[in-house]
């Protein structure tokens, strides 16, 4: 169909935007990968002799081009080598796993490996797998597993395959990916900082959360200072909520909410969001109206006046808390906690779930992604120059003087 439609003769490779890979340009080998929604679709011509065009064909737009077909990174899996090649890690890593080996070869004695050096480890065999195959399978992170132990003897009694399942736990994805547009994801440890130090500062900073009255002063300095650390925690580590809770109690407030989210954004977190609500409300109110259901802001708001009942199994949300006919405040809630109670307004309570997502690198839910992606990428502008179609779409209609 494609041929007829743009005239092309010889061999091709049709790419579509995949939206569960950020919209990342993936080879199609199957109509039914193809996401339900109105699609792009790039079609790469083998033939030398072929042109450029643009057309519409059912509402897909297609690109033909003679330019060469993209690199492995950018395409659908290739299966990994039977023989997998460790790669080279860096001289602290090799020197410690020598030593291990020298150790294990003696006597049969095993080190212990630090999370540091796991990290690093993950780090270095997401690189090597993520040039043949974006989207590895546990098969394959098997046969990672097994050319480590071979590698490394003696990581075969402390289970060399704990390591590569904690890379299958990130998706099959390089780690250290921002999810959200983030500009300050991942920051190295500052210079002339240790982590001990930052550990240090980081415990002084809880026990002043302690004292009765806080001076928020100090706080927001040793927030700022103890910035990479905790983005180590949250991103490599996957610390859970709740022990990220007791270890930082106050990035859990209002006021570090919103200074996290401009560490990791450079945006005004309620500053973005209001002013989006301002430019784009009427035209929600009057597309809304228009076509009921468009968005999930039913999944993401629930009214009650027995808040301890209504969050049991609640992920994420907001709760409208009411007595009588009267609303008297909205709560955050994130896995079944209420982290935020009683604010005084619902854009006020979306600011500050927005703000938890970013600061603990939540993963929107997949009934609510759209709502979310709307929020950030429309509403509050954050990374707002790469959308899903739905949403490109939507906006457009919001630009649109008719609906």
């Not at 993936?26 to 065009?53: A, F, G, I, R, W």
Request: glycine letters at 6%; charged letters at 25%; proline letters at 4%.
């Amino acid at each position: 169909m494609l041929k007829n439609k743009l005239g092309l003769e010889g061999d091709m490779v049709v790419q579509f935007q995949d939206p569960e890979f950020d919209n990342e340009l993936c080879n199609l080998s199957s109509m039914s990968e193809l996401p339900k929604d109105k699609v792009t679709l790039k079609v790469y011509s083998k033939n030398p002799e072929s042109y450029h065009t643009d057309s519409t064909l059912h509402s897909a737009s297609l690109t033909a081009s003679s330019e060469d077909i993209p690199s492995p990174t950018t395409s659908h899996p290739c299966q990994l080598p039977q023989a997998f090649n460790i790669p080279t890690f860096s001289f602290d890593v090799e020197l410690k796993l020598k030593r291990g080996n020298e150790a294990f070869l003696k006597g049969g004695t095993l080190l212990d490996i630090s999370k540091d050096t796991i990290s690093d480890i993950l780090d270095k065999l997401a690189e090597a797998v993520y040039v043949r195959n974006p989207y590895p399978t546990f098969e394959e992170y098997d046969l990672v597993a097994q050319a480590l132990n071979i590698s490394y003897e003696w990581l075969d009694a402390q289970n060399s395959r704990s390591i590569c399942a904690r890379q299958v736990h990130q998706g099959g994805k390089k780690p250290k990916r921002d999810r959200k547009s983030e500009v300050n994801f991942l920051p190295d440890i500052p210079e002339g900082k240790t982590r001990q130090f930052l550990e240090e500062e980081r415990t002084g900073m809880v026990n002043k959360m302690k004292k009765r009255k806080i001076d928020w002063q100090p706080i927001q300095e040793m927030m700022t200072s103890t910035f990479s650390l905790r983005r180590k925690e949250i991103v490599e580590e996957e610390t859970p909520v709740a022990d990220i809770k007791a270890r930082w109690p106050a990035l859990f407030s209002e006021r570090q909410i919103e200074a996290e989210f401009a560490r990791l954004t450079s945006v005004d977190l309620r500053g973005s969001l209001f002013a989006g609500l301002d430019k784009y409300l009427l035209r929600f109110l009057e597309i809304y109206k228009a076509r009921s259901g468009l968005v999930e802001l039913s999944n993401l708001l629930k009214a009650t006046d027995a808040e301890e009942d209504m969050t049991k199994g609640m992920a994420v949300g907001i709760l409208m808390v009411a007595e009588v006919d009267d609303v008297v405040g909205f709560s955050v809630v994130l896995e079944e906690e209420i982290i935020f109670p009683c604010l005084s307004d619902f854009p006020t309570a979306v600011a500050m779930l927005m703000g938890l997502l970013f600061a603990l690198n939540i993963n929107y839910l997949r009934g609510l992604k759209y709502t979310f992606e709307v929020i950030q990428k429309v509403l509050m502008d954050v990374g707002g120059g790469q959308c899903s179609a739905l949403v490109h779409g939507l906006r457009n209609r919001l630009l649109r003087k008719n609906i």
